[in-house]
């Protein structure tokens, strides 16, 4: 009977050690052990994959916060885009419809219609590359094999961690079972089984974690370059969007500003005799008209080319003659040339010569003789 006791005794022992060094994997360290680099490196790589996962999960969330935001800018810019393209129809029907074509207001307008058209062409286009260049992109990555590949060698990594937590307390209970007695044999065979199995788990655990670490890490490295990426790309697509608009906008406003500038000094309607003065160049013969007088029959020369564009208007070449009948004060002047009269910018011509009025008939500009 004392060797029975003494022989179980021993086992009890042995079967107490052998459980120490099975839960040291997963107890707190003890300073000077060797278990503590395995239960260090472990517990390392279990906090480790957790913040590999939470911030590919985060950063993939984001991503989808970005697509839907691209979404909803591109659909709401459709809408303005379609309202954009309504009102430059409807200004380009008053221009070409209207009840005065050639008014200020009907080319402003006209003016205003191109520049609208070109705007939605800009806007359409910086959907385009939002979508291309940023939406795009970010779907196949949310999608994407890599990030799923990576996700599911996590969770494989945790049901194992969880199953070796599992099979830790069953080897614990086994050990407390054979110290309180029993068959010694088949409490040491089965706590024997048991250390094996945790053996293999803790393994396969640190083959795997391995695994999924290298992988989660890819696949955030790529996450951050990526999207820090496509958020460049999404703001220079805007500038670029702006500045074209605000390039277009600023033309079309020089172009309205021309537009009444030209109206507010439109040439007056003829009228008989008109008191005005003539800036000439001195240069070119005889003086200039001084004071408010008649206007004078006087020859004066083009030095800018001038396009009418109205019956009322004449239109000049550079180095045309024409016989000035009238100045005004507005800035326009009237007179004829190669057979047809008009009016026409007082500053396009210079003064060259004051002829007798036989010679202007003679030279073929058959002007009617008004005496002062």
Not at 25 to 33: D, Y
Not at 67 to 74: M, Q
Not at 77 to 89: N, Q, T, V
Not at 313 to 325: A, H, M, P, W
Request: glycine fraction near 8%; aromatic fraction near 6%.
């Amino acid at each position: 009977m004392d060797f029975l006791r003494k022989h179980a005794q021993k086992l009890g022992s042995e079967v107490s050690k052998q459980q120490a060094a099975v839960m040291g994997k997963f107890a707190a360290p003890k300073e000077g052990s060797n278990a503590v680099v395995t239960d260090e490196a472990e517990l390392q790589r279990h906090q480790q994959l957790e913040r590999l996962n939470a911030s590919t999960t985060n950063t993939k969330h984001f991503q989808k916060d970005i697509v839907k935001g691209v979404d909803g800018l591109v659909a709401s810019g459709a809408k303005y885009s379609e309202i954009g393209a309504r009102l430059g129809d409807d200004c380009r029907k008053y221009a070409v419809e209207g009840p005065a074509p050639n008014s200020t207001l009907a080319r402003a307008a006209l003016h205003y219609s191109n520049g609208r058209v070109n705007v939605e062409k800009e806007r359409e286009s910086f959907h385009r590359a939002l979508a291309t260049t940023v939406g795009d992109p970010l779907k196949a990555m949310i999608s994407g094999a890599p990030l799923e590949d990576a996700r599911h060698l996590y969770r494989r990594y945790e049901k194992l961690r969880d199953e070796a937590v599992q099979t830790a307390g069953s080897v614990q209970r086994r050990s407390d079972r054979a110290s309180a007695g029993g068959s010694a044999d088949d409490a040491s065979k089965k706590l024997r089984e048991a250390e094996q199995k945790m053996q293999d788990l803790t393994a396969a655990m640190a083959v795997l974690g391995k695994e999924a670490a290298s992988s989660l890490i890819s696949v955030e490295t790529q996450q951050q370059r990526v999207t820090l990426q496509r958020l460049i790309d999404a703001v220079r697509s805007e500038k670029e969007y702006h500045a074209t608009c605000a390039s277009l906008l600023d033309q079309v406003y020089s172009q309205i500003m021309a537009e009444r500038q030209k109206g507010d000094s439109a040439p007056p309607t003829p009228s008989g005799d008109a008191e005005a003065s003539f800036h000439g160049d001195s240069s070119g013969g005889a003086g200039k008209p001084s004071g408010s007088q008649k206007a004078l029959y006087f020859l004066a020369e083009a030095m800018h080319a001038f396009q009418a564009e109205s019956d009322s208007e004449l239109s000049l070449q550079i180095g045309d003659f024409v016989v000035v009948r009238q100045v005004s004060d507005s800035g326009w002047s009237e007179g004829e040339c190669k057979g047809r009269a008009g009016w026409f910018p007082t500053a396009y011509v210079e003064q060259r010569q004051r002829v007798p009025i036989n010679k202007v008939v003679e030279s073929g500009q058959n002007v009617a003789v008004h005496n002062a």
